[in-house]
Nanobody, 120 residues
Framework: QVQLVESGGGSVQAGGSLRLSCTIS????????IGWYRQIPGKQRELVAT???????NYADSVKGRFAISRDNAKNTVNLQMNSLKPEDTAVYYC??????????????WGKGALVTVSS
């Protein structure tokens, strides 16, 4: 059973910073690429940042230069440092594998997410 627990969300004014953390259990953490996703109400979930098992990173154009993803394999955690936040970054943020972890039947695991609200 895969468990994903996100933390660190909150409310911030535009231009501010937040740091999200995620702990993942039930997998061999250091052999998997991990990503941060976000979902705005009424829209599809989108992948915003990924980090490979070797530490290579990729970002969506919308967050490039502002967000930084990192991982600590010893603690099974992945972090997302978010700087220069904009109102359009307001969303629920989720961590998961890249691609997302799924059970034998293909049902994807998701945590509860972390709500980030950026006010103008």
């Amino acid at each position: 059973q895969v468990q994903l627990v996100e933390s660190g969300g909150g409310s911030v004014q535009a231009g501010g910073s937040l740091r999200l953390s995620c702990t993942i259990s039930g997998i061999t953490f250091d052999t998997n690429a991990i990503g941060w996703y976000r979902q705005i109400p009424g829209k599809q979930r989108e992948l915003v940042a990924t980090i490979s098992k070797s530490g290579s990173t990729n970002y969506a154009d919308s967050v490039k230069g502002r967000f930084a993803i990192s991982r600590d394999n010893a603690k099974n955690t992945v972090n997302l440092q978010m700087n220069s936040l904009k109102p359009e970054d307001t969303a629920v943020y989720y961590c998961n594998g890249d691609p997302p972890f799924a059970d034998y039947y293909g049902s994807r695991y998701w945590g509860k997410g972390a709500l980030v609200t950026v006010s103008s």
